[in-house]
């Protein structure tokens, strides 16, 4: 139920911080080490190559994903769209395994795409928020998110759980091939927990920008690199499917390919700068268009931040950004869709889980 909350959406990410703890929780054992099913680990460190299968907003998790998976487990990943595998599969590696990540476990673009591995003989994960769903019961072995039922059709706690779980199937597939890791996951994910708390707690912050930059515009840019690219592009998702403003996510340096022509007088322009290496260069694509007549708004790192910034994240591990830097995106789609009358929990056109290819 969502009790006094005006949509499920906005309960939903509140409930982010509780569901980055239950995850550490279940992922742990009585020492504080992460634990992970024996025939799990054993498949990480056998492969040679992974491929994440997903759709829309855990397809955005699965780019994140990949990320933290090469960068801790030194594992190669490639990160496919599984309606366009299912007709187009890659050249595989030898020892592949599969891991689809599905909120629902009932997409059957997904499954579509399980199914004919499945009769290739390989191994397949499923991360999904659902026990007994489609997906987990046909894939060898599943990982579950414990987010709790996810009912407003934009996905929001699944897609930040799906990167902790991503992220401690990472550090379990590093300790396992003896890798050392820089840094402890669990601590840097309760940082993480209370960095999002001190976010939804500024929810007026991000009405007032919702306000000043989504009411009445017809479109709006998101740019970031890196780590950054991935979450614009789950940002862009978010706008356009609640609020119907057409919204794209695109990296910092494809503008001056093409993009940056459509930058008009008062465009509005979210920028994402969390990454310390791609920094400058991030800020350099801010100047560029706002000296194109761009609205720009940048979200930034506490460390990185600069004056002019609009909103200031709390500094976190930089894998784990993600979890962090989605919450503004999440709370300005929400009050964009709000001020432009809009069915915030039931879009137009769309379904909670999409079980037709
Ligand atoms: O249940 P799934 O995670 O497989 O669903 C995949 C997409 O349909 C879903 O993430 C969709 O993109 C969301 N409505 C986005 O908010």
Do not use: W
């Not at 030898?94 to 059957?108: D, R, V, Y």
């Not at 991030?282 to 761009?294: D, M, Q, Y």
Request: proline residues 3%.
């Amino acid at each position: 139920e969502k009790g006094t909350y005006p949509h499920y959406m906005l309960k939903e990410i509140d409930e982010q911080p509780i569901v980055i703890r239950n995850i550490i929780n279940q992922y742990q054992d009585k020492n504080d080490q992460i634990k992970l099913d024996d025939d799990i680990r054993k498949a990480m460190k056998k492969t040679d190559r992974i491929y994440i299968v997903a759709c829309g907003t855990s397809y955005h998790a699965g780019l994140v994903g990949k990320e933290l998976i090469e960068k801790v487990a030194e594992v190669p990943v490639e990160v496919h769209i599984a309606s366009e595998f299912s007709y187009n599969m890659p050249m595989l590696s030898e020892k592949p395994l599969f891991i689809f990540i599905s909120q629902s476990g009932e997409t059957a673009d997904s499954r579509a795409v399980l199914v004919q591995v499945k009769k290739l003989g390989h191994k397949a994960l499923t991360i999904t928020n659902v026990p007994g769903s489609t997906l987990s019961r046909e894939a060898d072995y599943t990982m579950l998110l414990h987010a709790g039922p996810e009912i407003a059709v934009a996905s929001t706690k699944a897609y930040t759980a799906q990167i902790a779980v991503l992220s401690i199937l990472a550090a379990d597939t590093a300790k396992a091939k003896g890798i050392d890791m820089s840094f402890d996951l669990i601590k840097e994910l309760s940082v993480v927990s209370n960095a999002i708390e001190a976010l939804c707690d500024q929810k007026e912050e991000f009405e007032a920008i919702a306000r000043e930059y989504l009411s009445v515009t017809r479109n709006c840019f998101f740019i970031g690199r890196g780590m950054d690219y991935h979450v614009v592009q789950e940002g862009a998702l978010k706008l356009k499917e609640i609020s119907y403003i057409q919204a794209e996510g695109f990296a910092g340096g494809e503008l001056k390919h093409g993009t940056i022509a459509l930058i008009e007088e008062g465009t509005p322009v979210i920028a994402l700068a969390t990454q310390e290496h791609v920094n400058l260069s991030i800020r350099g694509n801010v100047k560029e268009v706002a000296a194109r007549g761009a609205y720009t708004c940048t979200v930034s790192m506490k460390s990185l931040a600069d004056e002019e910034d609009r909103v200031i994240i709390p500094d976190v591990h930089a894998y784990l950004t993600p979890l962090v830097s989605v919450i503004p995106m999440q709370l300005i789609s929400y009050y964009a869709a709000l001020h432009r009358d809009c069915d915030v929990d039931k879009p137009r056109n769309l379904a909670k889980s999409v079980t037709v290819e």
